[in-house]
């Protein structure tokens, strides 16, 4: 079986050099001419741990290979897997298909052999069914063409780990033959008993963004508790741990910080809302809503404790440690740390940034910010660090690391990573978010 992969962005590459692992033939597809040259050469455009690696090994065997011609992956692939962006429209909550129907529609154009199309992408529920007649009406006479819809679950940072070792898998499809395809392309997975759900198109799209939402509404959920012991008082980090301890609430995803972002939280719920709204369900999903509200609000208490920390902001030097959505990716598609860091300047401080991989990708959105290239060269003469990502080499970091370097010994963790007594014992005014704030008029010297 030989596979395509249309669309080689974070999710379409490690699908790829993943497929060429588990032994497969493997084409990539992109209308990006540059990405694709770039990929060729072995060379990843974005940073993710462990895929550097694989995508050498299998572009220099040539089991990996990587075309702009939609007519190529027709003529080579027996399996085509869509993984293009659903991104949200500007200006609109809903998810843009464009990129999604041009691909359906092109490959089948394109089958010069009877094939199976597998949508990866994350769709609005009911794409799945319309792109399966779109692919019925572009198909070439006497070719045969089955289709499938296969969520994706990978997490950025995990991304090589998840897809060749997934928790479960999931497979919509009304075609039998479409169902053995793909039960042999994961043979690799089903051999250890990952579950695989054999299910509808209308499940199998909303599994993926039901998952999405839960995931938000848990972060969002805790940081609304950060309000409430931001005014009470509490400690935040022990009340999560408590709760998660009930094995029906579990402790992952709930910790408390500046919040969500990145390429599919924030708008894989802002596009469900949409959804829901033009099938008449606007209740059904309303509470989303507050999930995103509260998720927001997180960067307006960030902003609010620098404020109160020093006085006022204009021409206050701050260090902004982090500005990628979260650590162990370049990724900064609505970082609340990157936002955060731009309204800080827009307030008229002296901003000073570093992240170990998306300082490049931050400079395009907010080219602006001052960037430095180490954790000293941020906290030089800072009147307050901010630890806004919470990368390793960020919570290992100790008083003593940087406190020759700042003016004034303020810190806010915007992630709850750092052990408070250990900062405050060192003479720090020391800030997480969840944390009741009645001291701070004191800190603003
Ligand atoms: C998310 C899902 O976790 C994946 O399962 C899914 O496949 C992917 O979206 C997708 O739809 O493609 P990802 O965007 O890589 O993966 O990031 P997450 O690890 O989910 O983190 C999302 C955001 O939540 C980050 O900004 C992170 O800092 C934040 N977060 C996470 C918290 O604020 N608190 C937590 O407890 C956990």
Known sequence: MRITVIGTGYLGATHAAAMAELGFEVLGVDVDPTKIEALSRGELPFYEPGLPELLLKHTATGQLRFTTSIEEAGAFGDVHFIAVGTPQKAGETSADMTFVDAAVSGIAAASTRDALIVGKSTVPVGSARRLKELTQQHKRPGINIDFAWNPEFLREGFAVEDTLRPDRLVVGTDSVVADQKLRQVYADALSRETPYISTDFETAELVKVAANAFLATKISFINAFSEVTETVGGDIRTLADAIGYDARIGRRFLNAGAGFGGGCLPKDIRALQARTGE???????????????????????????????????????????????????????????????????????????????????????????????????????????????????????????????????????????????????????FQALGQKTSDLSAAAV
Do not use: C
Not at 281 to 301: A, P, Q, Y
Not at 332 to 350: C, E, M, T, W
Not at 362 to 385: H, I, M, Q, W, Y
């Open 279 to 429: 099938l008449g369900l606007e209740k059904s999903m309303r509470f989303l809503n507050e999930v995103d509200e509260i998720n927001l609000r997180r960067r307006d208490r960030v902003v609010f404790l620098a404020e109160q920390m020093l006085g006022e902001l204009e021409g206050k030097r701050i260090a902004v440690l982090g500005t990628s959505f979260k650590p162990d990716s370049d990724d900064v598609r609505d970082s609340p740390a990157l936002d955060i860091a731009g309204r800080l300047y827009g307030s008229g401080a002296d901003v000073r940034v570093y992240d170990p991989k998306a300082n490049a990708n931050s400079a395009k959105r907010f080219p602006r910010l001052t960037f430095v290239e180490s954790l000293e060269g941020a906290v030089a003469g800072a009147d307050v660090v901010l630890l806004l990502t919470e990368w390793r080499e960020f919570r290992d970091m100790k008083p003593g690391d940087i406190e020759g370097h700042v003016q004034t010994r303020r810190i806010i963790d915007g992630r709850n990573v750092l052990d408070r007594t250990d900062w405050e014992n060192a003479g720090w005014v």
